[in-house]
């Protein structure tokens, strides 16, 4: 069985104070919860105190973007060892804001996926189609891609590590939501994809997640879908109430 996720993109908003207040707020609200697996993605400078708040409860921290070097003259960036030792267990890695206007590719991600996995983080690679390309028919064409670019090179143990978003770029932050049926469709492609890169087991354990305009009034219907395993909220995480509703959908 593939335990649902649920992960707030908090993109570029909130202060370390505003931060802290909020998964505070989030910690009371959920703490009873333990078939999610619940996680924050605060901006660079609050991983550090949010992990620290969060140490020992049931919600992980992850970053929104990571570095494939070790060390070195690299400046502006910050490499999984650091996220580590601040306390993230995640790392959010080609999300379409970075593909989009930060220059990030199918071999970027490849490398940031790779890095992230060697040292122990769990990442979430995001993939999905502007709507152009859906409505020119490309969706599939595009979204298989993103997922052979970001799996090449992988052993089938590592795809098994990794959690996929579908985030249909036409959606995000648009308030226009994939119909349950259109997301389910590409996430049983995604899923069969990952049976012929890797294996029918490992696709069958890979969890993957819908981003684009998730709230509190459409994630019971999308967590209703068989290949839908949680979601990648960005809006609805960063208030305390909504993101608690999204943890706590009904099937
Ligand atoms: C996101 O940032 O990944 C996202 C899906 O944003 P929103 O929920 O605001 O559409």
Redesign the pocket.
């Known amino acids: 069985m593939r335990k649902p996720m649920i992960a707030g993109?908090w993109?570029l908003h909130k202060t370390v104070s505003e931060a802290l207040e909020l998964v505070k707020d989030v910690q009371k609200n959920v703490a009873d919860v333990q078939d999610v697996e619940i996680v924050v993605a605060p901006v660079f400078t609050a991983l550090y105190p949010v992990a620290a708040e969060l140490k020992g409860s049931n919600i992980a921290v992850s970053s929104q973007d990571v570095y494939w070097e070790e060390q070195g003259p690299f400046t502006g960036e910050v490499v999984p060892g650091m996220l580590k030792d601040v306390g993230c267990t995640h790392a959010?890695i080609g999300?379409?804001?970075r593909r989009q206007y930060f220059g990030e590719t199918e071999e970027t991600v490849n490398k940031k996926v790779k890095a992230a996995l060697a040292a122990g983080l769990t990442p979430i690679m995001?993939v999905g189609e502007t709507l152009e390309q859906r409505e020119s028919g490309d969706t599939m064409n595009v979204v298989a891609a993103q997922v052979r670019g970001g799996l090449e090179g992988l052993s089938n143990d590592d795809v098994a590590k990794i959690v996929i978003?579908y985030?249909p770029v036409w959606?995000?932050?648009?308030?226009k939501?994939a119909t349950p049926d259109q997301a389910q469709d590409v996430h049983k492609s995604i899923r069969d994809l990952v049976a012929e890169i890797a294996s029918a087991d490992v696709a069958d354990g890979i969890r993957i997640l819908y981003?684009?305009?998730?709230?509190p009034e459409n994630v019971d219907e999308l967590m209703g879908q068989p290949d839908l395993d949680g979601?990648?909220?960005?809006?609805?995480?960063l208030k305390s109430d909504s993101f608690t509703r999204l943890v706590k959908f009904e099937k």
């Open positions: 993109n993109k959010i999300h379409s804001e995001c978003a985030e959606a995000i932050g648009t308030g939501t981003g684009g305009s998730v709230k979601a990648l909220v960005g809006g609805a995480a």
